[in-house]
Each structure stands twice: as structure tokens, then as C-alpha cells.
């Protein structure tokens, strides 16, 4: 096992590249990218006049009318996709920040991490130490033990004489 492998996981670089394509892949189905350019659809009310013809009153009239309605509609239409476009802009923001966040938990969670080895390292150096704290009270205690024994053999010794 390659040491990228045991530090990034036993993923093959198939599942990496998936991982990547998930990365890089539109946030809608419907968002315009190189790979997805639209429809290239456009808005057209009324037909292409294709050549020059005469138009009566009640024609002209009612294209007139017309022709407010849409400067009317095409005023709001502007306000909307420029409001659209804010909000797009804010989402943007949005989802920047939330990803800068991810990092910033990620990072420290690192760090968190390797305190938590380094406090796991001293730990086990102190793990000597401790042995040799448990060697000193086993020797301190048969010392004692010892003393004890050539104590009651001096008392009973001496009281048999």
C-alpha cells in the first residue's frame, strides 16, 4: 500500500476522478457552462415582416397598443433579471462562504487532530517512566518487607535468649 494511499484513502484514481467530476459538475442541471451552453432560444412576438406591405388603422392600432404592453413588460422584465442576477450574485457569496467555512473546519480539525496525537506521543513517553515508578515501589516495598522480617527475627531472637 502506497503511502498516498494509506494517507488519502484506498481509493483507486477511478474514484478520484469521480470525486472530481462530482467537484467540477453544475450546482442545476439548467446552469449554462461551456458543456451546456442553453437553447440559445430567443423572444419574438410578432412575426418578421419579410417584405414591404401596407397596414390598416385597426392593424396599426393594435400594434401600437401591443408595443406598450411589451416596453411595459420589457421594463419589467430588466428589473426582474437584474434581481435575478442579485440574487444569483448573493447565492454566490453564500456558497462561497459556506465552502471557506468547510475549509476552516477541515484545517482545524487537523490541528485538533494533531494535538491529539501529540498529547497521544507524550503520553506513551511518559508510559517509561511510570514502569520505572512501579519497579521503585516493588523494590521500596520488599525493602521493607525485609526490614519487617530482620526486625521480628532480632525481637524474637533476642527475647528466646
Not at 24 to 44: C, E, K, M, W, Y
Not at 92 to 104: D, F, L, N
Request: proline share 4%; hydrophobic share 35%; glycine share 8%.
Amino acid at each position: 500500500m502506497g503511502t498516498m494511499t494509506r494517507l488519502f484513502g484506498g481509493e483507486s484514481s477511478d474514484a478520484i476522478s469521480s470525486k472530481s467530476d462530482k467537484l467540477t459538475a453544475p450546482t442545476d442541471a439548467s446552469v449554462i457552462t461551456p458543456l451546456n451552453p442553453g437553447t440559445f432560444a430567443s423572444i419574438r412576438t410578432s412575426p418578421v415582416v419579410d417584405a414591404p406591405r401596407y397596414f390598416d388603422k385597426e392593424e396599426a392600432d393594435k400594434l401600437k397598443e401591443l408595443a406598450k404592453e411589451k416596453t411595459e413588460g420589457a421594463r419589467h422584465a430588466k428589473k426582474a433579471y437584474k434581481s435575478l442576477g442579485q440574487i444569483e450574485e448573493a447565492d454566490a457569496k453564500v456558497h462561497k462562504a459556506h465552502r471557506k467555512y468547510e475549509g476552516a473546519v477541515a484545517t482545524n480539525e487537523l490541528t485538533k487532530k494533531k494535538a491529539d496525537v501529540g498529547l497521544a506521543k507524550t503520553l506513551h513517553g511518559l508510559r517509561p517512566g511510570y514502569a520505572r515508578l512501579g519497579v521503585g515501589l516493588e523494590k521500596a516495598e520488599t525493602r521493607a518487607a525485609e526490614r519487617i522480617e530482620a526486625i521480628k527475627a532480632k525481637l524474637l531472637g533476642g527475647t528466646e535468649q
